[in-house]
């Protein structure tokens, strides 16, 4: 058993510590919080054991009728792996601790790509991800667009990629953020920092990305053009790529999947847990091809796209399965189809 611990329990890390509770060859060790609120509270209605950040968050639990683990420090003293999910840049103020320690970290998109030595995702790059002590699970929007331009890479070859993305202004547990009435340029220079990011996993895609806030809470929207090497590749090739490609979902307008909110509604029908969808979902009739540029609409659920990504990295840098193991693996216990 991988023992495992998570440190930063919001968005992400309550995710990756239920992700890694249901895999068969992993022990979710604990997790770190920093005060007692709801979220704490359905933890350890879990079964988590729960780590304070320092002494006083350690009072607040006891205080609140906790029974802590002890701080960081101590969880890491009983894991292999800490999965490191804690809000941008922090991540990296904790990466002393880890590398004194040995313990192999995994980090998150929020942090530099310097931080790591491999950025990841899993069917783009898992192989060089084995063995390391510290990977970054690159963030949703990277992965969502590594996994597809990865598949159209393979399959075509690409020249270029230019992405337009809608983000989502906020998460749905983050009522104070906006923008409310207004579309925010985000950042207002072009590019923004997700072509490069992208480039961190598939260094030789050249890629341009614009990027604005709009004002929903539930997914973001690429707008996604891209250039491909193959000369005269049709929509259905295309659709065909996607459909063999692992961790892609196609959406139809036929089946009345119109927007986002619909493929949100989508997935909580799957009965996965939250009603997350881990598949960047692409619409089948989106998909075009017009003087060697194929065009399509995707849609990324931004809370939980990388959690298969953070159990593979946990996998890959124990060396404890190939590829095809641990992907196989987290996509069974997930409910991810393909
Ligand atoms: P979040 O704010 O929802 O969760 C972070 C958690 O860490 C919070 O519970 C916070 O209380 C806790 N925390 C704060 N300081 C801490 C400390 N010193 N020690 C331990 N815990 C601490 O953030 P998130 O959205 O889950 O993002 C985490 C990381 O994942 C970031 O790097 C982010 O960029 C990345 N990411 C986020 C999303 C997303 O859409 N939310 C998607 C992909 C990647």
Redesign the pocket.
Known sequence: MIRVGV???????RRVADAVAKQPDMKLVGI????PDY?AKIAAQKGYTLFG?DDKSIQSFKDAGYKPGGN?ENLLSQVDVIVD????D??A??KEMYRKTGKKAI?????EHDIAEVSFVAQCNYDLAKGKQFIR?V??NT?ALSRTLHTLDQAFGVKRARIVIAR?AS?P??PTKGPIDSVNLDPVTIPSHHGPDVQTVLPHIPIVTMAYKIPTTHMHLHSVIVSLKENGVTEDRIINAFKEAPRILLVSQKDGIRATAHVMDYARELGRNRGDLYEPAIWKESIKVVDGEAYFFMAVH??S??VPENVDAIRAVTGSASKSESMAMTNKTLGILN
């Open positions: 440190n930063g329990f919001g968005t992400i890390g770190v919080k920093t005060k979220k950040v960081v999910a804690t809000p941008e922090v991540g103020a904790y980090f998150q998109g929020g942090e699970a963030s949703c992965t989502r998460d547990d983050e931004q809370e796209i990388v």
